[in-house]
């Protein structure tokens, strides 16, 4: 069973940079497709970007300014988020799957196990 612990959130004014970690206690984390996700208030969780083994994906509202990476010697998945936005702010969360379906809908909450428990950000001056 994975258990995933996301940290990293905050409060950060417009323009500046945050690391989100989301680390698994138990099983090894490397052999699940891993995404964040996020759900800012009165709105629908979206998928913000995804890592396998030799695949990232990202949203376009983050792209160029977000980057995944893992490190498996730590059991943990990072998302750097540079270049903060207001409308950046939500709960981040990431999630752990291992389906096929994953590959041509990462971020389809369903094709997802494994969840944490979300870790918030916040962008405002």
């Known amino acids: 069973q994975l258990q995933l612990v996301e940290s990293g959130g905050g409060l950060v004014q417009p323009g500046g940079s945050l690391r989100l970690s989301c680390t698994s206690s138990?099983?090894?984390?490397?052999?699940?497709?891993v995404s964040w996700f996020r759900q800012a208030p009165g709105k629908e969780r979206e998928g913000v970007s995804y890592?396998?083994?030799?695949?990232?994906y990202y949203a376009n509202s983050v792209k160029g300014r977000f980057a995944i990476s893992r490190d498996n010697a730590r059991n943990t998945v990072f998302l750097e988020m540079n270049s903060l936005r207001t409308e950046d702010a939500a709960v981040y969360y990431c999630?752990?799957?291992?389906?096929?379906?994953?590959?041509?809908?990462?971020?389809?909450?369903?094709?997802?196990?494994?969840w944490g428990q979300g870790t918030q950000v916040a962008v405002s001056s």
């Open positions: 999630a752990a799957g291992s389906g096929s379906r994953i590959a041509s809908s990462w971020d389809d909450t369903t094709a997802y196990d494994y």
């Open positions: 890592i396998s083994r030799g695949r990232k």
């Open positions: 138990g099983l090894l984390l490397d052999p699940y497709g």
